[in-house]
């Protein structure tokens, strides 16, 4: 009886500083939005960690879809729950216009200084690697070579393809492309687009998705992101990552801002100084298979003239074809519109 | 007995025998794919490893949902335990009015869909500002809990003997006295019922604690969750398998001590109301 | 009052053998029990309040009264999720009813304690392992380079996978899955109140199996069929977590809409109108149930 009663008073202390949670004993991390899996696995290893050895601050990740995240940046706008946010170039405008991004001290970034200037995507955000959306297939499941995104329209393809369902700008723009178009007048490539459905298997929402398509090879063609193709190269799958001749492959920028209102602006300007580096940009390329935007960041010989990676303003013009930021990000919800009804629907 | 009745009854078991495959076929797949070697998944398994099982356990985020399960569960079960004790004393011995309206209102939680909850849950917590603390999520779970401990308290109390509770009373204990010396260890296997369900409820509830769970507050199967959908490796095959090795024990366990049939209103075969 | 109340306690530890009920018990003990209920009740108010609200995109204020997040139920794709949700719920009730039945009389009637052990033990285990891990089991059991597609490949059965994951009847069975245990064990419940004399009396009397099945157990059963089938309806028109996973985003019902709405798009009235008409259903349900079991039950009779 004695000891029951003494028990509780300890209990309610116990339940008490769980309600409080480990904020009351650690220091205060700098929150990260990013993609999860891959993409967050390794932005830990090869940025947070070594940003934390040094300033002492820990990382965490708030992980989810690029437009998900948006629409919790939104909801949050002022109190913002991250510090930085990775997030695609073009989405970024939609951050931007909502004024979620603050203005860039490039005072606090002297690595900047030392990229591309593709990298300056506007005074609230800056790139931090980059890739291209292109053919991704296996080569176990698929005997012919396919060299070009026209190869894709191929009857012997029915039902095989995979692509994105929440971003479909790779693909319409392409079509356009191929009819004389662009990411403007995209309405050309429609037509084109629309004989593509019998060839199409399945919509993914996620990479996780994609990867699981490819796996399980219910989807052996995909319009991928040349990163996950990389990244299922590396556990092993057969699959090859093409530079289409007709059309490269459509170039992606992921880049890095800070949040308006965060109380960590310091600590984020450190993170982000840091993953612009040459040294760590030269490990992102190796974990992450992107291109770099440091001008002189090396690229390990079997990686070069990978699609994707991207050494010299030339082999970004040649190889990959970069679409209007201000164009996508305005048409994107037209496009969305139009592909979830006549596309996807069935 | 005509024959026919030994070929149902072959019939019969092997009907409730290919039943039960179904049942358990997931948690024997789930097991034999955590030790499966690569990140590709394939039957039977390329290779062997505990890789999976050394990721799950090192993962920090598990780690701090695991921890936050804990948390979350104790507290809401000591909170819960003695609310529903009372509450079913109260219905059943105190002389209250409308009575079923009040019993109905403790068990609605059970219809409730976990969505309507979790969304109802997420708009008070938000207006309420407190959705970034703990004490959300353990208000949701004692909620959750509530109906299971009065369900299983409640055929323990109406079987209550009165006259020992009389007996002790009229030796002269005091009410307090007669509760923690009579009634409670008469009740014992019935708390123990609703700690049970209570805890296993509680560390598996997903769906409310979805919506009100925050990156640092998550418990355990929402950290899951979010990680198979954002990953495709084997790793939570092998934290379920661990969910099921403890699961099978504790019910094995449990069985053992307090025959589940009678816990669920059972009655045995052959006859009797033993339960 | 400790004083009020031992006096209570002793005036009725002296009364006679004539007084039932046991020890009294004060009123207030029922009051932190409604307390919590009744913050609960708050919480479902403020749902269905914010459902009557605006959606301002991108915030979670809301405008004016409107009535367009229940007209927006009526949207195409919204629609589809309704009719499916009923559907699955259908089908998940009749095969979970045909697949539990057995088993629950199994567990119901079976002699042998040791086996009978074993039964409500894998029976009850799924229904505690918790609703990821079932799921994701699935996931590995129907996926296209999952054990299923693995055993009808290797035998030969089929040249590639059968697409299971991600279809309505992949979600069907998840569910049929997610069920059972409860169903077993209202069915179980049910059955072993039957008396078994009666069954044995019909056997004596010439019946056959099924015919006693089909005259006596069944009808004497029906009540606890009725009730089972009410709670996995009500259950399964709410589930979350097997169509999300199991359905990979293209096999919708109502729950994956809430929290679309609410979680992903941070629409809380769009999801609250959602959510509102699950809770009217399942509430329609329980009360259409309610009156049935009234009216099939004559007075006294139990």
């Known amino acids: 009886m004695i000891a029951q009663r003494r028990s509780i008073p300890m209990l309610a202390a116990a339940l008490l500083l769980a309600a409080l949670g480990p904020r009351a004993w650690a220091a205060e991390p700098l929150v990260v939005s990013t993609w999860g899996g891959n993409w967050k696995d390794t932005i830990e290893r090869v940025v947070a960690k070594p940003f934390t050895q040094k300033t002492g601050i820990p990382v965490e990740f708030e992980v989810g879809g690029t437009l998900d995240r948006l629409a919790k940046a939104r909801v949050a706008k002022g109190q913002p729950l991250v510090d930085i946010t990775l997030t695609t170039s073009h989405v970024g405008r939609l951050y931007i216009s909502d004024g979620l991004f603050q203005k860039l001290d490039m005072a606090k970034l002297p690595n900047a200084r030392a990229l591309h200037k593709e990298a300056l995507r506007s005074d609230a955000h800056i790139g931090v690697w980059a890739y291209v959306y292109t053919i991704v297939y296996r080569t176990d499941q698929v005997k012919d070579e396919i060299a070009r995104w026209a190869d894709l329209w191929e009857a012997k393809y029915a039902r095989k393809i995979g692509m994105p369902d929440f971003d479909p700008s790779h693909i319409i723009t392409v079509s356009a492309l191929l009819e004389g178009g662009n990411e403007r007048d995209w309405q050309k490539g429609q037509e084109r687009l629309k004989r593509l459905k019998p060839n199409i298997a399945a919509f993914f929402s996620t990479d996780a998705q994609s990867q699981d398509l490819m796996k399980t090879g219910e989807a052996p063609i995909q319009v991928m992101l040349s990163v996950n193709g990389f990244h299922l190269q590396e556990q092993g799958l057969p699959v090859k990552l093409v530079t289409p001749k007709d059309v490269g492959g459509i170039v992606g920028i992921d880049t890095m801002a800070v949040m308006t209102g965060t109380k960590k602006a310091e600590a984020a300007y450190q993170f982000i100084n840091l993953a612009l580096s040459q040294e760590i940009q030269e490990q992102l390329v190796q974990g992450l298979k992107a291109g770099p935007f440091h001008t002189k960041a090396t690229v390990p010989a079997k990686l070069r003239g990978q699609p994707g990676i991207f050494t010299t303003p030339q082999e970004w013009k040649e190889r990959g074809y970069i679409m209007d930021d201000e164009v996508r990000a305005r048409t994107l919800p037209a496009w969305k519109e139009w592909f979830n009804a006549t596309i996807v629907a069935k | 007995m005509s024959p026919g009745w030994s070929l149902g009854r072959r019939a019969g078991h092997l009907a409730v025998a290919g039943l039960v495959a179904f049942m358990t076929l997931p948690t024997l797949v789930v097991v034999a794919a955590s030790f499966n070697a690569s990140a590709i998944l394939s039957f039977p398994p390329a290779g062997y490893s505990l890789r999976w099982y050394a990721n799950?356990?090192?993962?920090?985020?598990?780690?701090?949902?695991?921890?936050?399960?804990?948390?979350?569960?104790?507290?809401?079960?000591?909170?819960?335990?003695?609310?529903?004790?009372?509450?079913?004393?109260?219905?059943?011995?105190?002389?209250?009015?409308?009575?079923?309206?009040?019993?109905?209102?403790?068990?609605?939680?059970?219809?409730?869909?976990?969505?309507?909850?979790?969304?109802?849950?997420?708009?008070?917590?938000?207006?309420?500002?407190?959705?970034?603390?703990?004490?959300?999520?353990?208000?949701?779970?004692?909620?959750?809990?509530?109906?299971?401990?009065?369900?299983?308290?409640?055929?323990?109390?109406?079987?209550?003997?009165?006259?020992?509770?009389?007996?002790?009373?009229?030796?002269?204990?005091?009410?307090?006295?007669?509760?923690?010396?009579?009634?409670?260890?008469?009740?014992?296997?019935?708390?123990?019922?609703?700690?049970?369900?209570?805890?296993?409820?509680?560390?598996?509830?997903?769906v409310v604690s979805l919506f009100i769970s925050t990156r640092v507050t998550e418990i355990l199967p929402v950290a899951m969750f979010t990680y198979v959908v954002n990953y495709t490796d084997p790793t939570i095959a092998a934290l379920s398998a661990l969910f099921i090795a403890g699961t099978f024990a504790s019910i094995t366990l449990a069985d053992r001590l307090l025959d589940m049939g009678s816990v669920f209103q059972i009655a045995r075969a052959g006859g009797g109301t033993e339960v | 009052m400790a004083g009020r109340a031992a006096e209570a306690l002793r005036a009725w530890g002296a009364a006679g053998p004539e007084e039932g009920r046991g020890m009294p018990v004060p009123a207030v003990c029922l009051a932190p029990a409604l307390l919590v209920m009744a913050v609960f009740a708050l919480a479902l108010g403020a749902l269905l309040?914010?459902?009557?609200?605006?959606?301002?995109?991108?915030?979670?204020?809301?405008?004016?009264?409107?009535?367009?997040?229940?007209?927006?139920?009526?949207?195409?794709?919204?629609?589809?999720?309704?009719?499916?949700?009923?559907?699955?719920?259908?089908?998940?009730?009749?095969?979970?009813?045909?697949?539990?039945?057995?088993?629950?009389?199994?567990?119901?009637?079976?002699?042998?304690?040791?086996?009978?052990?074993?039964?409500?033990?894998l029976t009850l285990a799924p229904f505690f392992t918790g609703a990821i891990v079932r799921t994701y089991a699935w996931i590995l059991v129907l996926g296209n380079s999952g054990f299923l597609n693995t055993l009808l490949v290797r035998a030969g059965l089929r040249e590639t996978p059968y697409q299971m994951l991600f279809t309505p009847q992949g979600v069907l069975v998840g569910l049929v899955h997610f069920s059972m245990p409860v169903m077993v064990l209202i069915l179980g419940a049910g059955i072993s109140h039957i008396d078994p004399t009666v069954e044995r009396a019909a056997a004596s009397l010439g019946a056959n199996p099924i015919r006693t099945f089909l005259r006596v157990t069944l009808p004497l059963s029906l009540p606890g069929v009725i009730s089972a089938c009410v709670v996995v309806f009500a259950w399964t028109f709410s589930a979350f977590p097997t169509p999300e996973l199991l359905g990979g985003g293209r096999v919708k019902m109502i729950a994956n809409v809430v929290k679309d709405l609410a979680l992903d798009s941070f629409n809380w009235p769009g999801g609250a109108a959602f959510a509102a008409l699950a809770l009217g259903t399942t509430f329609a349900l329980v009360a259409g149930f309610a009156r049935l079991i009234q009216r099939l039950q004559p007075a006294g009779h139990r």
């Open chain 2, 56 to 206: 799950a356990l090192t993962y920090p985020q598990f780690q701090r949902a695991a921890l936050n399960s804990l948390l979350v569960t104790t507290a809401a079960a000591v909170l819960a335990l003695p609310l529903g004790t009372a509450a079913v004393l109260a219905l059943e011995r105190g002389r209250i009015p409308a009575r079923g309206l009040w019993a109905a209102a403790l068990l609605s939680p059970l219809l409730i869909p976990g969505v309507v909850s979790g969304l109802g849950l997420l708009i008070l917590g938000a207006g309420l500002g407190i959705l970034q603390s703990r004490w959300i999520l353990i208000f949701a779970h004692v909620v959750m809990i509530v109906p299971f401990v009065i369900r299983s308290l409640w055929v323990s109390v109406a079987n209550l003997d009165p006259d020992l509770e009389r007996a002790a009373a009229s030796l002269g204990a005091g009410p307090w006295r007669v509760f923690c010396r009579v009634t409670l260890p008469l009740l014992r296997p019935g708390v123990f019922a609703a700690l049970l369900f209570a805890v296993i409820i509680s560390l598996n509830e997903f």
């Open chain 3, 49 to 121: 309040r914010y459902s009557l609200f605006e959606f301002i995109p991108g915030s979670l204020r809301t405008g004016g009264i409107t009535a367009r997040n229940f007209r927006q139920l009526a949207a195409p794709q919204y629609l589809r999720a309704i009719w499916d949700t009923i559907l699955l719920s259908l089908a998940t009730t009749i095969l979970t009813l045909l697949a539990s039945y057995p088993v629950a009389y199994a567990l119901a009637r079976g002699r042998r304690g040791g086996l009978r052990s074993l039964l409500l033990v």
